[in-house]
């Protein structure tokens, strides 16, 4: 099972909106919906922020907001602070012998 | 408040063995399924294995299939992960992670712990 593929880096000035893809393929995205994305600052554990494509938890700002199209889940972050600068990771529910797979990773810097 | 740490990490040969060790705290343990997901240093991340509240399910990536075996004792709040064959590409940062509160979902993790670094070499 390959990891989901994401944007190595993604940039934007305080106040604007990012986007981050995640794509995977009919065996995973493209046929769940249990599809999740983690921020993780330097040095520290990571953090749900996303799950089941767009539900965020209880604490988790409505800046961000998560989304699905066929075989690719996004992340939207609107309104970017300087303290969303962080790696973002996306994963999957893929059903198959290895039920779970992590996106490739991607650094999000407020510029 | 939920707090998971990890230990047993450090320096081990290849082909060695480890045994990871994961206390957990602030929650009915036994009622939640627990995981070990790794991250290579300056990598992404990679989940390695669940195992459901009560021990009787387990689940591994094809990566350490037939290597690694997760465990639980519910009577001492503790997670294990026994690393058995290890390799150079087993070095990494492993956190352990549970099932969060509000979900019926072992795939999403929340809160983590801090993590402990295995590094495989001679």
């Known amino acids: 099972q390959s990891a989901l593929t994401q944007p190595a880096s993604v940039s934007a000035s305080p106040g604007q909106s990012i986007t981050i893809s995640c794509t995977g393929t009919?065996?995973?995205?493209?046929?769940?919906?249990?599809v999740s994305w983690y921020q993780q600052h330097p040095g520290k554990a990571p953090k749900l922020m996303i799950y089941?494509?767009?539900d965020r938890p209880s604490g988790v700002s409505n800046r961000f907001s998560g989304s699905k199209s066929a075989n690719t889940a996004s992340l939207t972050i609107s309104g970017l602070q300087a303290e969303d600068e962080a790696d973002y990771y996306c994963?999957?529910?893929?059903?198959?012998?290895?039920?779970?797979?992590f996106g490739t990773g991607t650094k999000v810097t407020v510029l | 408040e939920v707090q998971l740490l990890e230990s047993g990490g450090g320096l081990v040969q290849p082909g060695g063995s480890l045994r990871l060790s994961c206390a957990a705290s602030?929650?009915?343990?036994?009622?939640?399924?627990m995981s070990w997901v790794r991250q290579t240093p300056g990598k992404g991340l990679e989940w390695i294995s669940t195992?459901?509240?009560?021990?009787?399910?387990?689940y591994y990536a094809d990566s350490v299939k037939g290597r690694f075996t997760i465990s639980r004792d519910n009577s001492k709040n503790t997670l294990f992960l026994q690393m058995n064959s290890l390799r150079a590409d087993d070095t990494a940062v492993y956190y352990c992670?549970?099932?969060?509160?509000?979900?019926?979902?072992?795939?999403?993790?929340?809160?983590w712990g801090q993590g402990t670094l295995v590094t495989v070499s001679s």
């Open positions: 992670a549970k099932r969060p509160i509000w979900s019926n979902n072992w795939y999403y993790f929340d809160p």
């Open positions: 602030g929650f009915t343990f036994n009622s939640f399924a």
């Open positions: 195992i459901t509240g009560g021990g009787a399910y387990t």
């Open positions: 009919t065996s995973d995205v493209g046929s769940y919906n249990y």
């Open positions: 089941d494509v767009s």
């Open positions: 994963s999957s529910y893929t059903g198959s012998s290895t039920p779970l797979v």
